[in-house]
Each structure stands twice: as C-alpha cells, then as structure tokens.
C-alpha cells in the first residue's frame, strides 16, 4: 500500500494555511471538490477580525489576535489585496454604551491594539450619515482578498512539494499499527486507498463526519456540528458611497450582528443574519429583506427597501446547538481517545479565517511532538 507521512483533509483557508506551514515533508491534501476553497472560506465577510469578542484565553482569543498580525505580514509580503480599514460597533442606548467598555476591556485583556471608544462627534466626523450614541473604534481590523490569501497558500505549499488531490473525498479512515489506512472515492467513481502517520481533519462542515470516520463518537466528545446559516443582501443605488468602515451593531449570542461588509472595490453587502438550519442550502430568501431592515435601519437610517437584493450566504460550523452557550474551537490530537496521529479541527467558525496563519502554526507544534 502507498504510504504518505502527513494527509490534510480540506482545501479550506485551514487545510491550505496548514499545508503551507508544515510543508517539508511528505503531505498530500486531499478535497472533495475541483478546487480550493468551494465552501465557507469563499462564503464568508473576508473581515481580519482584531480579537475582541471572544473569552480570554480561548483559542479563538489567542489564535485570532495572533492570526491578525500575521495576515497583515502575509499581505504586505506577498502582495495580497487587502485594506486595514477599521471598524466601528455602535451603541444606541446606555445599556449598549455598557456594552462598548466590556467590550473594550475584553479587548485589551486579548492584548488587542489601537481600541477607542469614540464619542456621536468623533463617530459623525468619520461616518456622517450613520446613528449612533458613541463606538468602539478598532483600528487593527480589516479586510482581505480571501481567495488571493488561499491561492498564495496553496502556491507556497505545492512550492515545498506539498501533493494536492482534488475532486477526491475521503471516505474511510481506519487506525493501523504504524498510521491510519485513508479511503478515497475520486471524481471518476474510482475507490483506493492509502496508509497515512498522521491524518489532520479540517473538513470544515464536515469535519464532525470526517472524526466519526475515524470511530469517534461525536456526541460522547461534543464534536457534532450544527449548521447556523448566514445571508447577505448587497446595497446598492449608490448607498454604498455614503460608508467608510465596517460597522457593526452590539455582537448577539449567535452571531456579531448584520453588519456592512466592505469589499476591496468598494462594493457594501450588509449581512450576515444568522440562524440553525438543517441542511446545507446557500439560497438567500428575498422574505428575509424585511428583518434586514430592521435590524439596519436604526444605524444606518438612509437604507430604503428597493436599495438592497439578495446576494449570497454562508454556513458557519457551529459546535453549539441553538440556545447554547458559545464553544471555543476544537483543535485536539487525539491520544485520549486512543487516536494518535490523528488530530482534530472542528467548530472552526469565525474568526476562523483571520486565525488561519495562528491556527497552521499550532497545528505544526502538535505535529512535531508526534
Ligand atoms: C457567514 C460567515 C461569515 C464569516 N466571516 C468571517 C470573517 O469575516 N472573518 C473571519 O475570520 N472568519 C469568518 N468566517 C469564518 C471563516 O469563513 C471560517 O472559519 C473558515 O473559512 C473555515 O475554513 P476551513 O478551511 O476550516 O473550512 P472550509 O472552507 O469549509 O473548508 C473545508 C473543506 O473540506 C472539504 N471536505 C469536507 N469533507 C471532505 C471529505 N470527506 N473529503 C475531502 N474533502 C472534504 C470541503 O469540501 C471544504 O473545501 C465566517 C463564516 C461564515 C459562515
């Protein structure tokens, strides 16, 4: 049986950073689809989040500020678009003023940089046509051509001599003595297999299947994923013109808020709502509009119903069901459960892009204990 030393499972921005960074050694990807990046890394706000919403200590804390220095090192050096553009989270009463300073606190407690709170005055000279008591000004976010960061990702890897298998699921992983035995179903129907050392699952919404694969009860280890949707609607007739930053409202429990997402061309969707859902289905439903501008208007009070349409969503892989308190990233080698060799992405939601460069570097040290 053919042998490699290390399979990444997904051609996400995980799987390809991850690649990147490990690369030296024998290491084949393998994707289901015909090419990188087909499901949530392309599907996503393309924000460089700064850190400041999640627990102190968590991954997501630790991996996201991390993973912000370093997408700005990546773009700068490797010529990839991106725009240190700023962000602003709004408050409209005083009980989301209370909020702006938690969330301040929270920030610097991250060890995240260049946070302010800003006064109505401050805010109006930056973003006149906006409604807000006071922001939380965020300096170190931005925004990034995703695509470009995951094309320099793959370049970088395939440049080390990292092997790419595209349109190839994996559809079996069995532990051996010396490794794991992966099974592949390609694009042309045709089934083989492999003997792999270490196998790293960073199938994105899949990646709870991918661990019961491997015979891993993901109920008992709390590994099941539970889809919670995303939609935008794009604003357009000139709207976009009259915003500058990111704005963003107060984050809820599920989500940080429909926001304005800026693009490198200046284009502004707002989005993303957020709710559970059963299956995977990318449809934004135009009856959604209506919530939409609810949530918007009070912030942004120009947006008219017939400005904005529908444009595209996104599936964020959530470890927490609806109604649970929010889970931290799972990023687990998995000796406990008598799995060595084989480790473990999962519930890997925002800021899971921003993180991307942190997270492959994390990966890497597990791997060189193994
Ligand atoms: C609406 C939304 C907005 C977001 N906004 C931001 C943001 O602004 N900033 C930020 O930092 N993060 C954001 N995120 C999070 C970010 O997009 C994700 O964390 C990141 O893209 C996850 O990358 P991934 O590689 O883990 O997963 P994916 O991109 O899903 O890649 C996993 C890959 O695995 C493949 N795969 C699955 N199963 C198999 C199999 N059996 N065999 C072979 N291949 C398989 C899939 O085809 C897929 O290509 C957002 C997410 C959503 C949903």
Redesign the pocket.
Known sequence: MEKVEITI????????AIAAEIANKEILV????EH??????????????SGIYYPKGSLKAKL?VEGNQLLYQICTSHQIPYQRVGKLIVALNDKEIEGLEELLARGRDNGVHNLQILSQKDVQQIEPHINVLSALWSGSTGIIDTHSLMKYFERSARAKGVDFAYG????SIEKKTDGYEVGILDADGERFSFLSRIVIN??????D??AALAGIDIDVAGYRIHYCK?EYFNLGADKHKLIHHLIYPPPTTIGLGIHTVLDLQGRVKL??NAFYIDEIDYQVEEGHKKDFLESTRPILPFVEESDITPDM?????KLQAEGEPARDFVISHEIALGLPGLIN?IG?????????PAIARYVKKMIDRI
């Open positions: 499972i997904g051609a996400g921005v995980v799987g390809l393998i994707e289901r689809h990188f990046g087909e499901e949530t890394s392309s599907r996503n706000s393309e924000v460089i989040h996201c190839c699921e994996v559809e960073s199938a994105g919404l899949c990646a299947k991918v995303g989005g993303p969503a996104g599936i964020r892989p992405l890997i939601e925002s800021p899971g892009l921003t993180a991307s």
